[in-house]
């Protein structure tokens, strides 16, 4: 397949599959509902372990991630999971 004819599945806002001739910029895990960046050495470990892959999704973006229920994650993202953290306990909705 040439790379004019590659496609990526990805998950929209929805949760729903789709292709893309744009790969996703964010990685996630379907079961635990988080997102971080493709580089997460927390992910990567889990890869390697081989457990991982099989729930991996991703996103084209940041907002696409957190529209379909994902949360950052606490390795790769501190920032922004501490700050979903907060916003969480004092009952508010987070946005990136």
Same mark, same amino acid.
């Given at each position: 397949?040439?790379?004019?004819? !590659?496609? =990526?599945?990805? $998950? ?8 893309? *001739?744009?790969? &996703? ?7 635990? !509902?988080? =997102?971080?960046? $493709? ?8 890869? *390697?372990?081989? &457990? ?22 606490? *390795? ?21």
């Amino acid at each position: 397949m040439s790379d004019a004819t !590659k496609t =990526y599945a990805l $998950l929209g806002a929805d949760g729903r599959p789709y292709r893309s *001739a744009v790969k &996703g910029l964010w990685g996630g895990h379907r079961d635990s !509902k988080i =997102y971080g960046r $493709l580089d997460c050495p927390a992910a990567l470990r889990a890869v *390697a372990r081989g &457990g991982y892959v099989k729930h991996r999704v991703f996103f084209a973006d940041e907002a696409t991630a957190v529209a379909a229920g994902f949360r950052p994650c606490g *390795a790769c993202c501190r920032d922004r999971h501490q700050t979903w953290k907060t916003t969480r306990e004092n009952g508010e909705r987070w946005k990136p």
